[in-house]
């Protein structure tokens, strides 16, 4: 699949291409099903500690499934924008793994405040 940058980069979307794409499927199906059974431990009104530890269950699958697209992202299209010698490309790629870095550090925040 290609896909244009915000810089106006197009890019061959390879991450999942070096062989992670399958175990990534994997962790993601497993993740909506998990869902689906939070989803019915609210609708059946199951005991509200046993929802909580399900709901984590599923933000520890999906966080790792963040970091196996990081790491195939790294090996793939973060490796080729190094290897191509464009200073312009290699910016681009080091300011969105920074954003995303950013964004992910957000989500595993103490949700009760400091």
């Known amino acids: ?27 993601l199906k497993k993740a909506e099903s998990s869902i689906r ?4 431990m609210v609708e059946e009104g199951r005991y509200c500690i046993d929802t909580m530890q399900q ?3 599923v933000m520890g699958m999906l966080r790792s499934v963040h970091q196996m697209l990081m790491e195939s992202h790294l090996n793939t ?23 995303v870095t950013k964004m992910s550090a957000k989500d595993t925040g103490c949700p009760y405040g400091n």
């Open 37 to 40: 059974k939070v989803a019915e």
């Open 77 to 99: 299209c973060f490796d080729s924008a190094i290897v191509s010698g464009s200073d312009k490309k290699k910016k681009e790629m080091m300011e969105e793994i920074v954003k």
């Open 1 to 27: 699949m290609d896909f244009t940058s915000p810089g106006g980069y197009n890019w061959r979307m390879e991450c999942c291409d070096n062989g992670g794409k399958e175990k990534i499927l994997i962790n």
């Open 55 to 57: 709901n984590l269950a």
